[in-house]
């Protein structure tokens, strides 16, 4: 199978997967969600692969670099209002399959967050094993603001990962963390310049990547049961909020503002 949305190269035994729509600043898809899926199920059982890395791409505009990790949803896409409800619901179920992969894959997953990273992006790097930063880097859960609600589990992940008072402020409020204050919070391992970044999450997957393969995929099952233990109740759960919001007339309203690059006016419906 070709992929349009993602690139990837394999590395010594590091499968490096790269989200690839920098003209949209890798924003998600029903084709992107899809194809990330495909990817890790492909290696799923590949002994050859020991760690597994998602990252973003750079956009260049006039001779500028930017990079970007993901921007989340597509707005553009969600604003034609064509979805049905049906649609509605398969998309966020692509969603929410992609970010189980993630957290369920048997092989350790580093999120590489080399630029922005916001709702859908906030959530695919949240479930993986590490988050890793870039003095470029960024993350948020804007989602209150669009007129809509978080997915891939953050409600479970996010209290555990920071506290519940802490997680219900960055979920209130959208508030965008860079790479230091993250490290500091927990939410992310380690924040590098942008000169060396690649460079250092490298050596750290590799470092991963060296140990015995059995007992890291062991340490990862057994971490996780202790730690989450319902997340297919939490995801039903998001799943449903979700739905509920793209059905409301704010939910349109904060699309459209966002492509009109103006404030929204919500209205409680």
Not at 126 to 136: A, E, G, P, R, T
Request: glycine share 8%; aromatic share 8%; hydrophobic share 40%.
């Amino acid at each position: 199978m070709s992929y349009s949305t993602i690139k990837y190269e394999l590395n010594d035994g590091i499968l490096i997967l790269r989200l690839n729509r920098p003209e949209r600043m890798n924003a998600v898809n029903e084709e992107m969600y899809s194809e990330i899926s495909h990817l890790l199920q492909k290696y799923r059982e590949d002994q050859g692969i020991r760690v597994v890395l998602l990252t973003g791409s750079v956009r260049i505009r006039d001779g500028t670099e930017k990079q970007a990790f993901c921007a989340g949803a597509d707005l553009k896409k969600h604003s034609t209002g064509e979805r049905t409800h049906a649609q509605k619901r398969k998309y966020i179920e692509e969603a929410h399959e992609t970010t189980r992969l993630l957290y369920r894959y048997p092989k350790p997953v580093i999120a590489a967050v080399n630029g922005p990273a916001r709702g859908a992006g906030a959530e695919m790097a949240l479930s993986c094993d590490f988050i890793i930063m870039s003095d470029k880097a960024s993350i948020a859960f804007p989602e209150t603001g669009l007129g809509t609600f978080v997915g891939g589990g953050v409600t479970l992940h996010l209290p555990r990962t920071l506290g519940l008072m802490k997680a219900k402020e960055l979920v209130y409020t959208g508030r965008v963390l860079d790479g230091p204050e993250a490290v500091g919070l927990g939410m992310a391992l380690y924040c590098y310049p942008m000169a060396v970044f690649m460079e250092k999450v490298m050596e750290f997957a590799a470092g991963i990547a060296r140990k015995a393969p059995i007992p890291t995929a062991m340490a990862k099952k057994h971490l996780q049961q202790s730690y989450a233990l319902d997340l297919e109740t939490v995801l039903q759960l998001e799943s449903d909020a979700i739905l509920a919001c793209m059905d409301t007339e704010d939910w349109q309203e904060g699309i459209e503002a966002f492509a009109e690059k103006r404030n929204p006016v919500y209205r409680g419906r």
